[in-house]
């Protein structure tokens, strides 16, 4: 198949997702990609930094877990996508190679059920918005028109993010096939925490991710208690709740 008869092929099975309830999603480009490529979920997320982003939509649980280990741990197939500007693949999470590129996150996706995770990056020439993360639960590598199609589906996820520019804006973000709401959660409890540490955002973002990861919890169960109240941190490295 060609790549233009690919790439036309891709946005009919995204049309088809969307249905009648008007303009293509995030949700629509995950749901059509981890059918058509063979996978068991996948996670798409929108940021201009790779600290400081926000999902756009995650496929089913385990993949929002897996995206969330990779905000918390700072590293992961994600990351490298967005830092490389390469897709990163990875057929089987429990080999040695990754075990040790990525100690946190490739033990903790095993454990999770994930076998196999491929990330591509969002991007066209200059702008990189995000990128398409894929798993599966079984090892193996994407066959090359696998491959083909997880690639022209990470540039049809590009044209659909970036038609949504208020995605870029966290105060903005309330509802993006309903986990935006949780990023905008996750920036105000950074902001509390920047206040109560009198340090700055970026700080407070690394102490949020470094509690959760502690404690074993999702970073949005962490931002919520924070804005509840439930949690506070203190300047002697100290929290209590």
């Known amino acids: 198949m060609t790549g233009s008869g690919r790439g036309h092929r891709v946005w009919e099975l995204i049309g088809e997702r969307a249905g009648g309830h008007g303009n293509a999603t995030a949700g629509d480009v995950c749901a059509a990609c981890v059918s058509a490529v063979g996978v068991s979920g996948a996670g798409l997320w929108v940021g201009d930094t790779v600290d400081r982003r926000i ?127 949780d990023a905008s959660v996750i920036h105000r409890a950074a902001g509390m925490v920047s206040v109560q540490l009198a340090v700055d955002i970026d700080v407070a973002y690394a102490r949020i991710r470094a509690y959760a990861f502690a404690h074993d919890l999702p970073l949005r169960k962490v931002a919520r208690r924070i804005e509840g109240r439930e949690l506070r941190f203190e300047p002697e490295n100290q929290e209590d709740g």
Request: aromatic content about 8%; some cysteine; charged content about 15%.
């Open 55 to 181: 999902m756009a939509h995650c496929t089913d649980p385990v993949a929002e877990r897996l995206e969330d280990l990779q905000f918390v741990l700072g590293e992961g197939p994600c990351t490298q996508a967005w830092t490389s500007g390469a897709p990163v693949l990875v057929e089987d999470l429990g080999a040695r190679q990754w075990q040790q590129a990525w100690p946190g996150f490739a033990a903790a996706a095993v454990r999770l059920g994930a076998g196999a995770v491929f990330a591509f990056p969002l991007q066209a020439g200059a702008v990189r918005a995000g990128t398409l993360d894929l798993y599966r639960d079984e090892t193996g590598p994407l066959e090359p028109a696998q491959l083909a199609d997880a690639l022209a589906f990470a540039s049809a996820a590009l044209t659909v993010m970036l038609a949504l520019p208020e995605l870029l804006v966290p105060e903005s973000v309330l509802s993006v096939d309903g986990i935006g709401q």
